[in-house]
């Protein structure tokens, strides 16, 4: 029994002696983690070649998120100064018509009232004006008076006035006085479409009795469609109107839209941010109005720490460098990575200046043997 005891002891105490010494190598590991050392036939090898970081002027890229929209000018909505009945309409949302293309047919009889208005007015002011040319010609005869003849040329423009107000009310409901007569009279109006676009609201239906309040329809004239981009004030100084930026969308980011910023509004909303109003160079029905859209605009940056891309690494979701502390030891250095440029990428670190010596050519043969624990 006692020589089992021993035995069982024994064993305990290997067990813990080899626990111990595991953690004392984690502990190591844990330590130099982050560094590694090379041998000078791994380094020859590896291929790896160690400089310093540049100090360049590189292009910045400010990236903007925002809407396509279509300006207020670009909507419009389509009414009738008088209220009717719609007789015929075929419009749906969606479709697309053309600059006077008809829309709706409305019908009362007020239309017809209208119409008699004009008419009669223009009769009456034939005859006045009929009666103020025959008294004029009398009064330049002294046969008549002075006052019949002021009379009869108040008569007669107040008819032309009455007239001319019919015939704009006229010009409203798209009726042409010009070719107007009693045997044309119509009970109905044609809505034609005041621009070329495409329906994006249909309010009526056949039947529908419509007030001159209501909205028929709305139109929208794709062609005219700009983007509205958020930029935090920041960056608004990065931004200036004619700047040329490159557009694209989350579901097709390889397609890119060339455009131009049009306005800055310089008042900031709740969150801090401006609009900045950008002009497509070229319309593109794929940008429809709501559709989520991303834009990048270059700008020139002052002078900033760069590296050739080779140098630079991506572990774990963080960027990293190799920085070279001498004697084939290298220790690796997180940054904050910035934009590309001729080969080069701008990089942040404290740790980093333009004296340091880095890996700049096969970094990540390098980041492969730090990941395999130095066997190459």
Known sequence: MKKYSIVIFSFLFLVS????????????????????????????????????????TVKGILQLQGTVTVPPKSVVNVSIPLGGYIKKTDLMAGMHVRKGQLLAVVEDMQYIQLQQDYLTAKE?????????????????????????????????????????????????????????????????????????????KVNVNVGKYIAPTDMLFELMEMSDIVLVMNAFEKDIHLLSVGQTVTAFTNANPSKKYSAKIAYINQSLNDDRAAEVICKVNQYDSALVPGLFINTEAEFNNEKALTVPED????????????????????????????????????????????????????????????????DQ
């Open 124 to 200: 009456k002011f034939q005859l006045a004006k009929s009666e103020y040319d025959r008294q004029k010609e009398l009064n330049a005869k002294k046969a008549s008076s002075d006052k019949l003849y002021e009379q009869t040329a108040t008569e007669m423009q107040t008819q032309r006035i009455y007239m001319s107000s019919l015939a704009q009310k006229l010009a409203l409901l798209n009726i042409n006085v010009k070719t107007l007569s009693a045997s044309n009279i119509s009970k109905t109006v044609a809505i034609t479409s005041p621009i070329n676009g495409m329906v994006s």
């Open 17 to 56: 002696c080899q626990k111990d010494k595991k953690e004392q190598q984690n502990k190591t590991a844990v330590k130099q983690e982050n560094s590694i050392h090379l041998t000078s036939e791994q380094v020859k090898n590896a291929g790896l070649i160690v400089g310093n970081p540049e100090e360049r």
């Open 311 to 374: 140098a630079v690494v991506r572990w774990q979701g963080k960027f990293f460098v190799f920085a070279a502390n001498g004697n084939n030891n290298y220790k690796m250095v997180a940054v904050e990575p910035g934009t590309r440029s001729e080969g080069y990428r701008q990089i942040k670190s404290a740790a980093i200046q333009a004296s340091s010596k880095i890996v700049t050519r096969n970094a990540y043969t390098l980041l492969m043997t730090f990941m395999n624990g130095g």
